[in-house]
Nanobody, 115 residues
Framework: VQLVESGGGLVQPGGSLRLSCAAS????????MSWYRQAPGKERELVAS????????NYADSVKGRFTISRDNAKNTVYLQMNSLKPEDTAVYCC?????????WGQGTQVTVSS
């Protein structure tokens, strides 16, 4: 099983990034997919989740209205569109695949918001 994130980088405040997480080795369409983030010295935080068929989403209050999670089950990929980025969004962003007792994580991608 592999979850591979991409799309992170350095962006100025107010900018946008689109993260991708490509999954392999799992029946992707069964899994709830989530994005988490962890900033230095802080606990890991759930950013957004999407149901297996993409008909339900949840967001942390801190990102509501700015971030959008989506998925393409034909491509085994989940996305996180991040707009109006703030310095406090700086963190390592990881994707998670969850189905019943099966729980997989990617390695993460760094997002840095700074001028």
């Amino acid at each position: 099983v592999q979850l591979v994130e991409s799309g992170g980088g350095l962006v100025q405040p107010g900018g946008s990034l689109r993260l991708s997480c490509a999954a392999s080795g799992i029946t992707f369409s069964r899994y709830i997919m989530s994005w988490y983030r962890q900033a230095p010295g802080k606990e890991r935080e759930l950013v957004a989740s999407i149901s297996s068929v993409g008909d339900s989403t949840n967001y942390a209050d801190s990102v509501k209205g700015r971030f959008t999670i989506s998925r393409d089950n034909a491509k085994n990929t989940v996305y996180l569109q991040m707009n109006s980025l703030k310095p406090e969004d700086t963190a390592v962003y990881c994707c998670q695949a969850l189905w019943r007792t099966l729980n997989y994580w990617g390695q993460g991608t760094q997002v840095t918001v700074s001028s």
